[in-house]
């Protein structure tokens, strides 16, 4: 069985997992620093790392609801995952949440898979095949112009009035998990997605190879690639895009100096 396969397969049993959970009821509470976390989240993570560990033994982990271990940063290849992006939207009862695994080598990977099973929406790609939405190959908007363009974010961060120049107007919404916007990018129902915030390996790893293989743009507000596998696994923002909106949207935000 290959990677893909293998995370494919995964991925559609914890979906299973995670919305038999919810129709079950919930158990919520915070973590540390105050996001929510439920059982179905830990119990799709031990899931996951159960499956996924007993077919590749030698591959490292690297999880959202898994104490971090540095063994991973000595491994070929790595799983990167999150369990449940985009909790809250889960634990409120809306659909757009998904299920993130990636194979990781070299710092960038080269199998993912994004699973809404709400929306029985699956996205998946590798390293040298094409980007797919339930089996059927995508790719990005051809927007030109950010006026009129279909963005994912924050729209009080959009009109805030500190910006050099105000953004001209937008279709902005918001989906509550980062794997599952970047999708929507790569597959064209969005136009772009912006967040001035930092996120985790685990948010980003699967759905950055599905937007470069469906051709659109991914990096940090400035510009800069991610990598993966990284003692603190963490990305300092985003900007995801087709590549004409891309170079706008960056010469809007590079500026920022974020903390």
Request: with cysteine; hydrophobic share 45%.
């Amino acid at each position: 069985m290959t990677d893909l396969d293998l995370i494919l397969q995964a991925a559609k049993a914890a979906g299973e997992l995670a919305l038999n959970a919810r129709a079950g009821g919930l158990k919520i509470w915070s973590k540390d620093g105050g996001s929510p976390v439920t059982d179905a989240d830990l119990a799709v993570d031990t899931l996951l790392k159960t499956e996924l560990q007993a077919a590749r033994p030698d591959y490292g982990w690297l999880s959202e609801e898994t104490a971090d271990d540095p063994a991973r940063l000595t491994t070929t290849r790595q799983f990167v995952v999150d369990p449940i992006d985009g909790t809250v939207a889960f634990m409120k009862g809306k659909p757009w949440f998904a299920v993130s695994i990636a194979v990781v080598e070299n710092g960038q990977p080269v199998a993912g898979v994004v699973h809404a099973p709400a929306l029985n929406e699956t996205y998946a790609a590798t390293a040298d095949g094409p980007a797919t939405l339930n089996g059927v190959i995508i790719e990005p908007s051809a927007t030109q112009a950010l006026e009129g363009a279909a963005m994912l974010g924050d729209a009080k961060m959009f009109r805030h009035p500190a910006w050099r120049e105000p953004w001209p107007d937008m279709r902005i919404e918001s989906r509550n998990s980062i794997a599952y916007r970047v999708c929507l990018v790569a597959a064209g129902a969005f136009d772009a997605a912006v967040a001035l915030s930092a996120k985790s390996e685990w948010d980003v790893a699967a759905a950055d190879l599905i937007r470069r293989r469906a051709g659109a743009w991914l990096s940090d507000h400035q510009g800069r690639d991610y990598a993966y596998n990284r003692p603190i696994p963490q990305v300092p923002s985003l900007v995801c895009a087709n590549q004409a909106l891309a170079p706008l949207i960056l010469s809007r935000v590079g500026h920022i100096e974020l903390p």
